[in-house]
């Protein structure tokens, strides 16, 4: 171009300059979530090494500890270490602080009961149905709470897991304060009751920690994680 063309020249060489000036800047943003993606992926891959280690460790420790009164502590931490997950999906990722879990927990355990003394329903299929019936009961509270925010959320858990208490402490059929009297007829897996060992129960309790565990470390990285960490940050 000629001298004369200075002010038109300048501005064709513009979308070079601001090419040339963004360019390092995208690349170091790109780079930068590259590293983030790497990053992320490498602590899922460490936590889960951490985790299989753990609970192999958890597998042997009956061969340490022999005594029966330590391994029913054992398998009470496990169980609550399940129910611990739990409230780490509503209260760890989506941010909705629940005081009121133990009440499903309870219902899931007392549908399981009184299905075996009432009605002569293996516990295998009581758990189940216990399962199903808390998550249905749950789901019917949790569309009539989540309509609350903050501390209003947390004080409608909490009452209603009071209600429920006292529903349970008043109710004769479900055993009332006393609670309900299951009868134990021996060792049995089928009846899963066992009058001396604890082994059983602390395998089981194990595996169903370390099922919560999975469940909650795979759907960290689920676009179920994604949206629930969303609600949280929102």
């Not at 249905?136 to 509270?141: S, T, Y």
């Not at 009058?195 to 595996?207: G, I």
Request: proline share 3%.
């Amino acid at each position: 171009l000629p001298a004369s063309a200075g002010p038109l020249r300048k501005t064709l060489m513009q979308p070079t300059i601001l090419a040339a000036t963004t360019a390092p800047a995208v690349a170091a943003s790109t780079n930068a979530a590259d590293d983030a993606v790497h990053s992320f992926g490498r602590r899922r891959r460490v936590q889960l090494v951490v985790a299989l280690v753990i609970f192999v460790l958890a597998a042997l420790s009956p061969l340490v500890v022999q005594n029966a009164y330590l391994r029913n502590v054992i398998v009470l931490t496990l169980m609550y270490a399940a129910l611990s997950q739990a409230w780490n999906i509503l209260g760890g990722y989506c941010g909705q602080i629940s005081l009121g879990h133990a009440l499903y927990f309870g219902i899931g355990a007392y549908t399981t009961a009184l299905l075996f003394t009432k009605f002569g329903v293996l516990p295998w299929f009581g758990m189940l149905g216990g399962g199903i019936i808390s998550g249905l009961i749950a789901m019917g509270l949790g569309y009539l709470c989540f309509r609350l925010r903050g501390h209003y959320f947390v004080i409608a858990t909490i009452v209603i897991a009071e209600i429920g208490l006292l529903l349970f402490h008043n109710w004769d059929w479900a055993g009332a304060a006393l609670g309900i009297d299951i009868p134990v007829r021996g060792d049995s897996w089928l009846k899963f009751q066992f009058t001396r060992s604890k082994l059983p129960y602390f395998y089981f309790a194990l595996v169903l920690a370390c099922v919560a565990w999975f469940v909650t470390w795979w759907l960290e990285d689920s676009k179920w994680g994604y949206w629930w960490r969303a609600v949280k940050d929102n």
